[in-house]
């Protein structure tokens, strides 16, 4: 079992930066590939970015691509999403995931474990 909490979220301007974490606890963090997804209001669910334990392994959205750079701190137990450049369509629910599968997925029910999510609102 993996326990995981969001934190960091909140207002933003349009071009503006923030930083949103995701600590997890329970067994073994670096056993997972870890991600963040994100739902708006109306929308599905969506992939945003994800990383394996060494960090070797990132996959991004087309849409979030070299401005929502990923990374993680297995000593922390802890992946982070810095978010640059940030748009008002980037508002939404942002979500940390963990999956079994080590080599990554953007499959959205390949991921077992979630947290309660993170609320980013971009003003224009």
């Not at 974490?21 to 209001?41: E, K």
Request: with cysteine; proline share 2%.
């Amino acid at each position: 079992q993996v326990q995981l909490v969001e934190s960091g979220g909140g207002l933003a301007q349009a071009g503006g930066s923030l930083r949103i974490s995701c600590a997890a606890s329970g067994r073994t963090f670096g056993d997972n590939f870890m991600a963040w997804f994100r739902q708006a209001p109306g929308k599905e669910r969506e992939f945003v970015a994800g990383v394996n334990w060494s960090g070797i392994t990132i996959y991004y959205a087309t849409f979030v691509k070299g401005r929502f750079p990923i990374s993680r701190d297995n000593a922390k137990n802890t992946v982070y999403l810095q978010m640059n450049s940030l748009k008002p369509e980037d508002t939404a629910v942002y979500y940390c995931a963990a999956t079994k599968v080590v080599s990554g997925t953007t499959g959205i029910r390949e991921y077992e474990y979630w947290g309660q999510g993170t609320q980013v609102t971009v003003s224009s």
